[in-house]
């Protein structure tokens, strides 16, 4: 069974920061690239940052030098610390695995910012 639960969100103001968690199945967190993905009202569900199963990262461009993913392979976590908070920012989050073709996704957490 796979499973992916994140938690962490919540409301802050701008220039804030938060941490997002996702605690995986080890059979996703050992095999597959991990994703933080978001998507506000009336928006596509957009990748915010991708962690690798070789540890590269990539961020998109909206949050390059604020977000940084991260995992602690003990506690099969990842990690989303998020610096400089935005209201454009403010979104549902979701934690995304990817095993024997199949997309795994989180139930989301809700992060608001406001100005």
């Known amino acids: 069974q796979v499973q992916l639960v994140e938690s962490g969100g919540g409301s802050v103001q701008a220039g804030g920061s938060l941490r997002l968690s996702c605690v995986a199945s080890r059979n996703i967190f050992s095999s597959s690239n991990m994703d933080w993905y978001r998507q506000a009202p009336g928006k596509q569900r957009e990748l915010v940052a991708r962690?690798?199963?070789?540890?590269?990262?990539n961020y998109a461009d909206s949050v390059k030098g604020r977000f940084t993913i991260s995992k602690d392979n003990a506690k099969a976590t990842v990690y989303l610390q998020m610096n400089s908070l935005k209201p454009e920012d403010t979104a549902v989050y979701y934690c995304h695995g990817r095993i024997s073709f199949s997309d795994y996704w989180g139930q989301g957490t809700q992060v608001t910012v406001s100005s």
């Open positions: 962690l690798t199963v070789h540890g590269s990262t």
